[in-house]
């Protein structure tokens, strides 16, 4: 029997997710925390950035707008373009450790900005098989047709794929299209759970 193919959301998992406090103060605390990811979340401007067909200017503007910050769009992209920039110690010697052994990777809500200052940074790209960048794929998650566009692409069964994610959204729908889903927040949770699926 083939081993399976583990794959794994970044921010949240690997990626520290930082900007939140910026974001809040921006609104002038308006906003609660669960408040600004429910907007984030379901912001055109969000998942047209994250799905490659939006420009940065475009996508900066609209974000002031919709937030009603207290920025200018260029002073938002210059502090956007580091939110990305914090790796979980660990995170490289566990990909190492899992990329000898199984089929990795990882499908991640990101864009043009933050991806490549995670591949200039960390080299993130290099330690998974395959990449399913949001922007580059013009997908998103949760939406089921994402999961079953990566499954395809995979050439793998979908029961024999391992998905790790911290949004409970995705962890859904990526159970309904046939994956081992499990949600897991931090590489502390991540070793955690893979230890106990006996996959370290």
């Not at 002038?28 to 055109?44: M, P």
């Not at 939110?83 to 110690?89: A, K, M």
């Not at 499908?107 to 922007?135: E, G, Q, V």
Request: aromatic content about 14%; hydrophobic content about 40%; overall charge negative.
């Amino acid at each position: 029997m083939n081993s399976p193919t583990l794959m794994f959301d970044l921010g949240g998992v690997f990626i520290e997710l930082t900007g939140v406090t910026k974001m809040l103060e921006w609104t002038q605390n308006r906003l609660s925390v669960d408040d600004l990811w429910d907007i984030w979340f379901a912001s055109d401007h969000v998942k047209g950035f994250e799905t490659g067909q939006m420009d940065d200017l475009t996508f900066a503007r609209g974000i002031v707008d919709e937030f009603d910050l207290a920025i200018n769009s260029h002073e938002f992209l210059f502090h956007f373009s580091s939110w990305s920039n914090h790796l979980f110690p660990g995170s490289r010697k566990l990909l190492s450790h899992l990329k000898e052994n199984y089929t990795l990777a990882c499908l991640s809500n990101t864009n043009a900005i933050h991806w490549k200052n995670m591949c200039d940074k960390f080299n993130i790209d290099r330690y998974f098989h395959f990449n399913f960048p949001s922007h580059m794929i013009g997908k998103v998650k949760p939406e089921l047709d994402t999961f079953t566009f990566v499954i395809d692409q995979l050439a793998t069964p979908p029961d024999q794929i391992y998905f790790f994610d911290d949004n409970p959204d995705n962890i859904q729908n990526a159970a309904k299209a046939g994956l081992k889903a499990f949600r897991v927040v931090g590489i502390q949770e991540l070793n955690e759970t893979l230890s106990r699926l006996s996959l370290v």
